[in-house]
């Protein structure tokens, strides 16, 4: 088991800055991949930004450039610096781990999300 717990939301002005954490606790060494999600209102929950543990990440096309994920391994902590924040940005975030297993042939993977946290740009 994983369990992950957000912080950081809040509110910010268009054009500002906020820092999400995602603090992770349990089975951590066998984490594959960590990622941030968001959900709008009557949509699917989408992806933000990615991190595969042994390298490379990948980002939404909108948030390319202003956003940046990144990690602390000695705190098991992922980040998501979020720049040049917009309006269209409002929702909350769920942090997202992954862990393979399995043979090549038949791979499975368990998937634990966090409970979210908020962020809202207004003016």
């Known amino acids: 088991q994983v369990q992950l717990v957000e912080s950081g939301g809040g509110l910010v002005q268009p054009g500002g800055s906020l820092r999400l954490s995602c603090d992770a606790s349990?089975?951590?060494?066998?984490?594959?991949?960590m990622g941030w999600y968001r959900q709008f209102p009557g949509k699917e929950r989408e992806l933000v930004a990615k991190?595969?543990?042994?390298?490379?990440?990948e980002y939404a096309g909108s948030v390319k450039g202003r956003f940046t994920i990144s990690r602390d391994n000695a705190k098991s902590t992922l980040y998501l610096q979020m720049n040049s924040l917009k309006p269209e940005a409002t929702s909350t975030y769920y942090c997202?781990?992954?862990?393979?297993?399995?043979?090549?042939?038949?791979?499975?993977?368990?998937?634990?999300w966090g409970q979210g946290t908020h962020v809202t740009v207004s003016s």
């Open positions: 997202h781990a992954l862990i393979s297993y399995g043979p090549v042939e038949a791979p499975r993977a368990d998937t634990y």
């Open positions: 349990g089975r951590v060494r066998h984490i594959d991949a």
């Open positions: 991190m595969i543990m042994r390298g490379g990440s």
